[in-house]
């Protein structure tokens, strides 16, 4: 009887087996230890695998069972401890996540073919149908929940390379062009909100930009700051799709909550810890990176102790017939706005020709 005796106590301090029925002995394959991790196959759920097995830690979002409990684990950042890394709560880590943002995206995910998104984490979106996709340009077309803004010519999809100032909209973001494209009277900046009343000013500010392009732009890429050194403290970039049509006006505002901002309707929300006017002097740049510095598009240097009119509770407009980059240097082409701005008693004409001059 010695030697069961011992081969039960070397076994003993791993084995969890269920009573289950018959005489308990097992199967020859149940009663090995393949992987030698301690675990024999009757309990291991990966008996070729050492780092599987009953009790073991079980890394969320590795598609493994690693601990054998039928389910993926919850990890946390071992070099943080800050909790668990599945910002988006689909099950998978950032750190095989390709998106940790978006819960409909993660390995294993469901890939709608054709609509320019990697929802499996494979490295490429699923090939949509011959019918879905009729130029064969591996986008499927809207009818087909795709976004191939035009399904009948392969050089127009998401991400295809855009040819500015053609009238053609390459890459399906509603411009025909982006900012990076931009040049010098593209964009005129028309007004200003820059010491607001009625709510303060990290809520309240505001500036203009007047598409006069020609062509419907996007945003996407323009820089603006307050220094003409566009130093790292004193600079935002548009980072979304801001389409402009030609002739419209696009409002930037520090805050973009029409709630709190005082009723502004502001197209894109730029963070205050870039930009901030100064309340009787201040620089408004706005252009495009150009190597290692930045070439200016448009500026404007308001200054109430040149001549310029003293905007307190109310947005300096610029002159409609004066909308090009020379024309707003000069202070006697601005005029303090005379018309409620929003929901507040603060004026100003945001997105819409001067009220005052």
């Known amino acids: 009887m010695l030697i069961p005796l011992l081969l039960l106590a070397c076994t003993s301090k791993s084995i969890d087996v269920d009573s289950g029925s018959g005489s308990g002995s097992g199967s020859g394959s149940d009663m090995v230890d393949a992987d030698g991790d301690g675990y024999l196959a ?20 590795d598609g493994i069972d690693s601990n054998c409990d039928q389910e993926d684990g919850i990890a946390r950042d071992s070099a943080r401890d800050t909790g668990p890394v599945d910002a988006d709560g689909d099950g998978s880590l950032a750190s095989v996540d390709c998106n940790d943002e978006d819960a409909t995206v993660h390995p294993g995910a469901t890939d709608t073919p054709g609509d320019g998104i990697d929802q499996d984490c494979d490295g490429h979106d699923a090939a949509p149908t011959a019918e879905a996709d009729a130029d064969g340009d591996l986008y499927a077309s809207a009818a087909y929940a795709g976004t191939d803004c035009d399904d009948t010519n392969p050089a127009i999809h998401p991400g295809a390379p855009e040819t500015a100032r053609d009238g053609i909209d390459q890459d399906c973001d509603g ?25 303060s000013d990290s809520h309240g500010e505001w500036f203009e930009l007047y598409n006069a392009s020609g062509y419907t732009v996007s945003l996407r890429g323009l820089v603006v700051a307050d220094d003409s050194a566009y130093g790292p403290a004193d600079i935002f970039t548009v980072d979304e799709d801001v389409v402009v ?41 706005v252009g495009i990176p150009a190597g290692r510095t930045y070439t200016t598009l448009d500026s404007v240097a308001y200054d109430e102790t040149r001549g310029w009119p003293i905007a307190k509770g109310l947005s300096l407009e610029l002159n409609d017939s004066k909308v090009n980059p020379t024309d707003n240097d000069r202070a006697a082409n601005w005029c303090p706005a005379t018309a409620i701005a929003g929901t507040t008693t603060d004026k100003g004409s945001p997105g819409k020709v001067s009220s005052g001059c």
Do not use: K
């Open 175 to 199: 411009a025909d062009f982006a900012a990076t494209a931009f040049i010098a009277g593209d964009l005129v900046i028309t007004e200003i909100m820059y010491d607001p009343d009625a709510v």
């Open 245 to 285: 049509a030609p002739g419209a006006r696009a409002v930037l505002a520090v805050d973009g909550d029409s709630a709190s901002n005082g009723g502004i309707p502001a197209d894109y929300d730029f963070p205050g810890s870039g930009v901030n006017l100064d309340n009787s002097a201040d620089d408004l740049y």
């Open 42 to 61: 009757s309990v291991d759920c990966n008996d070729h695998d050492a780092s599987v097995h009953p009790g073991a830690d079980d890394p969320a979002g």
